[in-house]
């Protein structure tokens, strides 16, 4: 299973995805993925130095497929949270990423 990190800036409180540079980045799409378990405890040690920084917050690693050629997360909490917010309108909403 593939899987990639998703935690909430501190900044904002927006949800970001972990990218392959160690940025913090609003689109699935430009997140970093693990396929193996040597990969993914990369990301975690590099967000969980993210969130000793206080960049970020809640880091964790979720399972993501594709579907229709998108990456999707397989739980709907964070099919939620990686698609959301429901409501429009918000502070960030125009996609700036989260640089560190």
């Given amino acids: 299973m593939q899987q990639m990190m ?5 900044r904002d409180g927006l949800v970001v995805f ?12 430009d997140g970093a993925v ?3 378990t040597d990969r ?4 975690a040690d590099i967000a969980l130095e993210a969130e000793q920084r206080c960049e970020v917050i809640g880091p964790e ?6 579907k229709d050629g998108l990456r999707q997360p ?14 429009r309108g918000h502070p960030g909403e ?6 560190t």
């Avoid at 972990?18 to 799409?29: C, D, T």
């Avoid at 993914?40 to 990301?43: D, E, M, N, V």
């Avoid at 690693?61 to 594709?66: A, M, Q, T, V």
Wanted: charged share 20%; net charge negative; proline share 2%.
């Fill in 6 to 10: 998703i935690a909430n800036a501190l």
């Fill in 18 to 29: 972990l990218a392959a540079n160690g940025r913090w980045v609003n689109a699935i799409a």
């Fill in 34 to 36: 693990a396929s193996d």
């Fill in 40 to 43: 993914a405890q990369r990301l």
């Fill in 61 to 66: 690693l979720i399972e993501i497929e594709l």
């Fill in 74 to 87: 397989v739980h709907i909490r964070e099919a939620i949270r990686a698609n959301g917010p429901i409501v």
């Fill in 94 to 99: 125009n996609g700036d990423d989260h640089g």
